[in-house]
Nanobody, 116 residues
Framework: QVQLVESGGGLVQEGGSLRLSCAAS????????MGWYRQAPGKQRELVAA???????DYADSVKGRFTISRDNAKNTVYLQMNSLKPEDTAVYYC??????????WGQGTQVTVSS
């Protein structure tokens, strides 16, 4: 079982930046993909960005060019650098991992609020 601890959320003004971190423990070598999802009030949870162990990444169209996902396999940690933040980026951001066996784990979520 993988445990995830997120950090880095907060309140920022429009145009500002935040960096989210998510550290995995428990059985980190079973993890293939690590990523971030977000859920705004009244909306479905959506994929923001994901990265495989080999470094292949994928982004939602709404964040391309503004967000960058990276991963430190030695530290079992995934990061999300968020630049040029917009009010519509306001949401709870959840870390997610997918193992080679297909199982999935979720973090507790961290609030990101962008004020206009």
């Amino acid at each position: 079982q993988v445990q995830l601890v997120e950090s880095g959320g907060g309140l920022v003004q429009e145009g500002g930046s935040l960096r989210l971190s998510c550290a995995a423990s428990g059985n980190p070598f079973s993890i293939n993909a690590m990523g971030w999802y977000r859920q705004a009030p009244g909306k479905q949870r959506e994929l923001v960005a994901a990265i495989t162990r080999s470094g292949r990444s994928d982004y939602a169209d709404s964040v391309k060019g503004r967000f960058t996902i990276s991963r430190d396999n030695a530290k079992n940690t995934v990061y999300l650098q968020m630049n040029s933040l917009k009010p519509e980026d306001t949401a709870v951001y959840y870390c997610n991992t997918k193992s080679y066996s297909g199982s999935s784990s979720w973090g507790q979520g961290t609030q990101v609020t962008v004020s206009s």
